[in-house]
């Protein structure tokens, strides 16, 4: 063998005797290592091995090479789309093996890359450009190609097929072609023919994952740094373009961990972010870290649903099939999993959703009562045997749980889960927990510490959503109404006090917006309104501020979002660019914390404000220069024109006596591809310092300080009248406008120009005040 490896120009590098494993049986191999390639010799004897039998290149894209999980003082190489299995003497040796591959492949590829550059460099500079735009535009163009194959086109079907459509996780449906409806009787009587029971809380307008084209947005700590702008974090939400460009459909977040995962509209998991624990990503050993990435493990699985916490993950089809990824107490398997693996004790019991946290998963089905737990041992698996790790929860433990399992047209809708506590919402609004019941996060009073078997949440309202975080749970009513339980410090609960609920509470800030979703994470809470808009509670994990109060996301109103992910300290969001702004959320925002996004906020008015400088968006010709404290952008006017509400002699008032509001500024939702002019926008002003009204003349100093709703520069009626004249101006806020004033005396006319007549003459105009004659304008009387 050796001497087969000289002959070929190479010296070995490495070399052991092992054992194969086989189909049947492990049999005795030989090792060399030949700079970039693994031979496999049948022995280590001279006369009867000259050729290998097998070879790996260490310079194949996918390869992996790790210890094996299965079996001990084994390693486990994967290359060739299969594992291949070498037993050594003992687990040193295994240890010395994996490094010793590692870095000859990091060696090796270091040197077919510089190779390469230097094949490149012997061409001339033209020849390498034009290599250069072949080669991306030819990868652009297989990328959309085989993108486009997947994706499904519900327009355009073909009636000799089956179409079957699959509602996720958030509420929308997508529609699945060529699936054999024989082989899914298990998903109930009928296979997918059959309607799925209970309803979900709607929004105003519905999202169509394979109709409308889905925009993803962050903001929070960068996980990893070069995925965010800058490589810095963000407390103001950005929309990602590569992310928007994969058109997802739903995302999942691990409330835990520092990593999200989402599903495309051609059924695609991608996965992006941070984890500490090996295997959590799915991508492998020693995957860590990673900008999106698509797990290919999963590519041709028909995904409807992924989950993921920050030790695990887990994902189902359409067909029933769920895999997992990471900690094998949590997966449920018998050891450690790098990349997706089938989870055989989940098959043929018609799952259609999971769910994950930190210490247990469930997978439901939404079309009966079956739920299925299985993590951690403990109460919040909800088993009739409380040392089983695995089971069906266990309903009959109480009368009232007893009666839903007896109705027929009951099924559940949603089951979330947390650390150690689960909660599961049935089709007629009902919710029943099981768990640890620490600092009331379970509602059922305080005199319940724990429940083995599932009991009801105390509330009165029928439920359709709810969400579930560490220390606190949030529900909303198909009445649109919000209300919370738990722990209430950083005022994470929208009561604005600290105080801890053992019951869940109607949140009174809320009375007047229309709840549709809600996200509760560490130490704050998401709310989305039935038109889209984002609000929220708690804690910013960037900057630290707290929100006592509702905390609109203005950035965001350009969009109609559906849903909002928080991981520990970043935030994802998914929703549709709007033809208008969405409306206004009506809440009383705390004026204390309004707008205090650190230096962040600085930077993005001072973006914001050069593009409609550049674009000249606002039509009188304001510019925007600069940025007053961290709420306002300061407007100038031109030469010869006063402030709006009290100007100079010469001019008279622009708006009246009263004083005036706040100067014009660019939107934080501003962003460079919306251009769509909105319409008007309903007249909705916050509870407190709305702009406009009457206010002392203080305030027409600190105009610009005032808290309050900021304008819509994006609508038609926003304080800035027509551009034909100063006289068409609104009032800027006040009372009526002054009566104009006797006119000052003409100044001495100017020569003519051009040797023509004075042009441009004429009797004063803007009647005012009479202020001293100014210099000679195009050779008539002053006109200011």
Request: aromatic residues 8%; positive net charge.
């Given at each position: 063998?050796?001497?087969?490896?000289?002959?070929?120009?190479?010296?070995?590098?490495?070399?052991?005797?092992?054992?194969?494993?086989?189909?049947?049986?492990?049999?005795?191999?030989?090792?060399?290592?030949?700079?970039?390639?693994?031979?496999?010799?049948?022995?280590?004897?001279?006369?009867?091995?000259?050729?290998?039998?097998?070879?790996?290149?260490?310079?194949?894209?996918?390869?992996?090479?790790?210890?094996?999980?299965?079996?001990?003082?084994?390693?486990?190489?994967?290359?060739?789309?299969?594992?291949?299995?070498?037993?050594?003497?003992?687990?040193?040796?295994?240890?010395?093996?994996?490094?010793?591959?590692?870095?000859?492949?990091?060696?090796?590829?270091?040197?077919?890359?510089?190779?390469?550059?230097?094949?490149?460099?012997?061409?001339?500079?033209?020849?390498?450009?034009?290599?250069?735009?072949?080669?991306?535009?030819?990868?652009?163009?297989?990328?959309?190609?085989?993108?486009?194959?997947?994706?499904?086109?519900?327009?355009?079907?073909?009636?000799?097929?089956?179409?079957?459509?699959?509602?996720?996780?958030?509420?929308?449906?997508?529609?699945?072609?060529?699936?054999?409806?024989?082989?899914?009787?298990?998903?109930?009587?009928?296979?997918?023919?059959?309607?799925?029971?209970?309803?979900?809380?709607k929004f105003d307008k519905a999202f169509k994952p394979q109709k409308h084209k889905s925009d993803i947005f962050m903001w929070g700590k960068a996980r990893p740094a070069r995925l965010f702008p800058k490589h810095s974090a963000s407390a103001i939400p950005f929309r990602h373009d590569d992310l928007s460009k994969k058109r997802f459909v739903l995302i999942a977040s691990a409330k835990d961990g520092t990593h999200c995962m989402g599903m495309t509209d051609n059924d695609w998991c991608f996965v992006w972010g941070e984890c500490n624990f090996t295997g959590a990503l799915g991508l492998g050993a020693k995957v860590k870290s990673t900008l999106p990435y698509l797990l290919k493990s999963l590519r041709k699985q028909n995904i409807i649903q992924v989950s993921c916490s920050a030790r695990h993950g887990i994902a189902v089809t359409v067909m029933s099939k769920c895999f997992g990824w990471g900690a094998k107490g949590l997966t449920g398997l018998d050891y450690d999993t790098q990349e997706p693996q089938p989870l055989p004790f989940l098959d043929n019991l018609g799952v259609l959703a999971v769910d994950c946290c930190g210490t247990h998963s469930v997978a439901y089905s939404t079309m009966n009562c079956d739920v299925y737990q299985f993590g951690m041992r403990g109460p919040?698996?909800?088993?009739?045997?409380?040392?089983?790790?695995?089971?069906?929860?266990?309903?009959?433990?109480?009368?009232?749980?007893?009666?839903?399992?007896?109705?027929?047209?009951?099924?559940?809708?949603?089951?979330?889960?947390?650390?150690?506590?689960?909660?599961?919402?049935?089709?007629?609004?009902?919710?029943?927990?099981?768990?640890?019941?620490?600092?009331?996060?379970?509602?059922?009073?305080?005199?319940?510490?724990?429940?083995?078997?599932?009991?009801?949440?105390?509330?009165?309202?029928?439920?359709?959503?709810?969400?579930?975080?560490?220390?606190?749970?949030?529900?909303?009513?198909?009445?649109?109404?919000?209300?919370?339980?738990?722990?209430?410090?950083?005022?994470?609960?929208?009561?604005?006090?600290?105080?801890?609920?053992?019951?869940?509470?109607?949140?009174?800030?809320?009375?007047?917006?229309?709840?549709?979703?809600?996200?509760?994470?560490?130490?704050?809470?998401?709310?989305?309104?039935?038109?889209?808009?984002?609000?929220?509670?708690?804690?910013?994990?960037?900057?630290?501020?707290?929100?006592?109060?509702?905390?609109?996301?203005?950035?965001?109103?350009?969009?109609?979002?559906?849903?909002?992910?928080?991981?520990?300290?970043?935030?994802?969001?998914?929703?549709?660019?709007?033809?208008?702004?969405?409306?206004?959320?009506?809440?009383?925002?705390?004026?204390?914390?309004?707008?205090?996004?650190?230096?962040?906020?600085?930077?993005?008015?001072?973006?914001?404000?050069?593009?409609?400088?550049?674009?000249?968006?606002?039509?009188?010709?304001?510019?925007?220069?600069?940025?007053?404290?961290?709420?306002?952008?300061?407007?100038?006017?031109?030469?010869?024109?006063?402030?709006?509400?009290?100007?100079?002699?010469?001019?008279?008032?622009?708006?009246?006596?009263?004083?005036?509001?706040?100067?014009?500024?660019?939107?934080?939702?501003?962003?460079?591809?919306?251009?769509?002019?909105?319409?008007?926008?309903?007249?909705?002003?916050?509870?407190?310092?709305?702009?406009?009204?009457?206010?002392?003349?203080?305030?027409?100093?600190?105009?610009?300080?005032?808290?309050?709703?900021?304008?819509?520069?994006?609508?038609?009626?926003?304080?800035?009248?027509?551009?034909?004249?100063?006289?068409?101006?609104?009032?800027?806020?006040?009372?009526?406008?002054?009566?104009?004033?006797?006119?000052?005396?003409?100044?001495?006319?100017?020569?003519?120009?051009?040797?023509?007549?004075?042009?441009?003459?004429?009797?004063?105009?803007?009647?005012?005040?009479?202020?001293?004659?100014?210099?000679?304008?195009?050779?008539?009387?002053?006109?200011?």
């Open positions: 063998a050796e001497r087969t490896a000289t002959q070929v120009g190479c010296v070995p590098e490495f070399a052991t005797l092992c054992e194969k494993k086989g189909k049947m049986k492990w049999a005795q191999r030989y090792l060399i290592l030949v700079k970039s390639r693994i031979l496999i010799f049948r022995d280590n004897n001279k006369k009867t091995s000259k050729f290998p039998l097998q070879m790996i290149s260490l310079l194949e894209p996918n390869i992996q090479i790790q210890v094996s999980q299965q079996y001990p003082k084994t390693v486990d190489i994967y290359g060739q789309e299969k594992h291949f299995f070498f037993k050594l003497e003992s687990i040193n040796k295994v240890k010395e093996f994996v490094d010793k591959m590692g870095k000859t492949r990091e060696r090796m590829t270091h040197e077919a890359h510089a190779y390469a550059k230097l094949q490149v460099l012997k061409l001339s500079e033209s020849k390498r450009n034009m290599m250069q735009k072949s080669m991306s535009v030819r990868q652009d163009y297989v990328s959309r190609r085989e993108i486009s194959s997947r994706r499904f086109n519900p327009n355009n079907v073909d009636s000799t097929k089956s179409v079957k459509k699959i509602m996720l996780a958030n509420g929308s449906t997508m529609s699945f072609k060529g699936l054999d409806t024989a082989s899914m009787t298990d998903l109930g009587v009928g296979g997918m023919n059959m309607k799925r029971k209970g309803k979900r809380i919040w698996l909800g088993l009739q045997d409380p040392d089983k790790t695995f089971g069906k929860v266990y309903f009959g433990g109480n009368q009232q749980s007893a009666q839903l399992l007896s109705d027929s047209k009951i099924a559940i809708i949603k089951v979330c889960v947390a650390q150690q506590y689960s909660m599961y919402l049935f089709s007629n609004g009902r919710v029943f927990t099981t768990g640890v019941n620490e600092h009331g996060r379970m509602g059922v009073t305080k005199e319940i510490p724990e429940a083995q078997h599932p009991i009801p949440v105390h509330l009165n309202d029928s439920i359709g959503e709810m969400s579930t975080a560490s220390f606190h749970a949030g529900f909303i009513s198909f009445k649109n109404k919000l209300y919370t339980c738990g722990v209430g410090n950083d005022y994470r609960l929208g009561h604005e006090n600290e105080m801890t609920y053992y019951e869940p509470t109607y949140v009174q800030s809320l009375s007047e917006v229309k709840c549709a979703r809600v996200e509760c994470v560490e130490d704050r809470t998401f709310i989305v309104t039935k038109y889209g808009a984002v609000l929220m509670f708690g804690v910013e994990p960037v900057t630290r501020t707290t929100y006592r109060k509702p905390f609109v996301f203005e950035f965001l109103r350009t969009h109609r979002v559906y849903q909002v992910c928080g991981a520990k300290d970043f935030t994802v969001a998914l929703g549709v660019q709007a033809k208008e702004q969405v409306l206004q959320p009506n809440v009383e925002s705390d004026p204390n914390a309004d707008m205090k996004m650190g230096d962040n906020y600085n930077q993005y008015t001072s973006t914001a404000a050069n593009t409609v400088n550049q674009t000249n968006a606002i039509g009188n010709g304001q510019k925007i220069n600069t940025v007053i404290g961290s709420s306002y952008a300061q407007s100038s006017a031109p030469p010869g024109m006063g402030r709006m509400g009290g100007g100079p002699p010469g001019m008279g008032n622009i708006g009246g006596g009263g004083a005036a509001g706040p100067p014009p500024m660019v939107p934080l939702d501003a962003n460079p591809g919306f251009k769509n002019m909105a319409k008007a926008l309903p007249d909705v002003v916050p509870v407190s310092h709305p702009y406009g009204g009457p206010s002392n003349n203080n305030n027409q100093q600190n105009g610009a300080n005032l808290p309050g709703q900021l304008p819509n520069p994006f609508a038609m009626n926003n304080g800035f009248g027509p551009p034909s004249g100063f006289g068409g101006l609104r009032n800027m806020g006040g009372g009526p406008p002054g009566p104009p004033g006797p006119p000052g005396p003409p100044g001495p006319p100017g020569p003519p120009q051009f040797g023509g007549p004075p042009q441009f003459g004429g009797p004063p105009q803007f009647g005012g005040p009479p202020g001293p004659p100014g210099p000679p304008q195009f050779g008539g009387p002053p006109q200011f």
